[in-house]
Antibody
Framework: DVGLVESGGGLVQPGGSLRLSCAAS????????MTWVRQAPGKGLEWVSA????????GYADSVKGRFTISRDNSKNTVFLQMNTLGTEDTAVYYC???????????????WGQGTQVTVS | IRMTQSPSSLSASVGERVTLTCRAS??????LQWYQQKPGKVPTLLIF???NLATGVPSRFSGSRSGPEFSLSITNVQPEDVATYFC?????????FGGGTKVEIK
């Protein structure tokens, strides 16, 4: 079974940084693009960032461009989201999700992790 | 690309047919995905590429397109269909979601 487990969330002060991790299992990680999606309390889903299967290409939402960096370590089956200059508007549950069929990242998300809470206050 | 969903919420009786709509601010071909998020749960893929059911999705769900408007229909609504439904365009980055439609049972 596909497994995605996020970690690294927590409480951080405005202007601070956090690094989220997503450990993947149950599939050939280096053949799949990966995505981060967030959901603020009581709000809808917001696509945050995606990275291709090699780590050579990535994309970002306008709201996080220049502040967040996505990366991956295929030797450890893990994708990361480095979040800098955090603001209260970044408070959300952050989900890691696998891109259906692997590539490109402009595809639906067929497996999601349980999410990790990030609170900026 | 801005995605607009309507209505924002609806209430239906068990067995009724409901239709949710999603409109894109520009052409997205058939690169439209639907997700279901049950209360307190993680989103799951429901329909991909406008009209294809994801694995395990009951056949009472269907997706279609008419010009710039995309629809998700649920025939014979069941209590377990209580959820918020989100559309997402995967035509071009940054990928964007609609605001969601919350479906409740009367």
């Amino acid at each position: 079974d596909v497994g995605l487990v996020e970690s690294g969330g927590g409480l951080v002060q405005p202007g601070g940084s956090l690094r989220l991790s997503c450990a993947a299992s149950g599939f050939t990680f280096n053949k799949y693009a990966m995505t981060w999606v967030r959901q603020a309390p009581g709000k809808g889903l917001e696509w945050v960032s995606a990275i291709d299967e090699t780590g050579d290409a990535s994309g970002y939402a306008d709201s996080v461009k220049g502040r967040f960096t996505i990366s991956r370590d295929n030797s450890k089956n893990t994708v990361f989201l480095q979040m800098n200059t955090l603001g209260t508007e970044d408070t959300a549950v952050y989900y890691c999700a696998r891109v259906k069929d692997g590539i490109p990242w402009e595809r639906p998300l067929d497996n999601w992790g349980q999410g990790t809470q990030v609170t900026v206050s | 690309i801005r995605m607009t969903q309507s209505p924002s919420s609806l209430s239906a009786s068990v067995g009724e047919r409901v239709t949710l709509t999603c409109r894109a601010s520009q052409i997205i071909d058939t690169d439209l995905q639907w997700y279901q998020q049950k209360p307190g749960k993680v989103p799951t893929l429901l329909i991909f590429d406008t009209s294809n059911l994801a694995t395990g999705v009951p056949s009472r769900f269907s997706g279609s397109r008419s010009g710039p408007e995309f629809s998700l229909s649920i025939t014979n609504v069941q209590p377990e269909d209580v959820a918020t439904y989100f559309c997402q365009q995967t035509y071009s980055s940054p990928l964007t979601f609609g605001g969601g439609t919350k479906v409740e049972i009367k």
